[in-house]
Structures are given as C-alpha cells and as structure tokens.
C-alpha cells in the first residue's frame, strides 16, 4: 500500500485527536499489546505515539488496579 504524503499527515492528524474515545481506545490497544509481552518502546513504534505515553498508561493503569 502507498500513501501520499498528504494523505500521510491527515491520517497522523487524525491519531494525534483529543477525543476521549479515541483516547481511550488507543490506551486500551497499548495496554494489550504489553500485556501480550511486547515492549513499551516496541508498543509505541506500532501505535504511532511517544514510548513515554505508553509507560505513562501503564503507569496508570497500574495505581488503578493495584491490589
């Protein structure tokens, strides 16, 4: 598959949104994928989003569902 550039950048536009759903969506996605074994930084190059956003979800996550 080829993208355009344009192309390209609206569809990274469109992850970078602040709508809570999509939010929401996209930290449950991460919290899977490390719960499957793979890395933060392996997690992060997947899901077009910082390594520090994926280890931040985990984090909360974490003080959510401490025991």
């Known amino acids: 598959m080829h993208l355009s550039e344009k ?3 609206m569809l990274l536009k ?6 809570p759903e999509l ?15 793979l890395s933060a930084e392996d997690v992060a190059g997947l899901l077009f989003i910082e390594e520090q956003t994926v280890s ?7 003080r959510r569902h401490a025991a």
């Open 23 to 37: 939010l929401q969506a996209r930290m449950a996605n991460a919290l899977l994928l490390l719960a499957d074994g």
């Open 14 to 19: 469109t992850l970078d949104s602040k709508n």
């Open 56 to 62: 931040t979800w985990e984090k909360i996550y974490a």
């Open 7 to 9: 192309d390209r950048d």
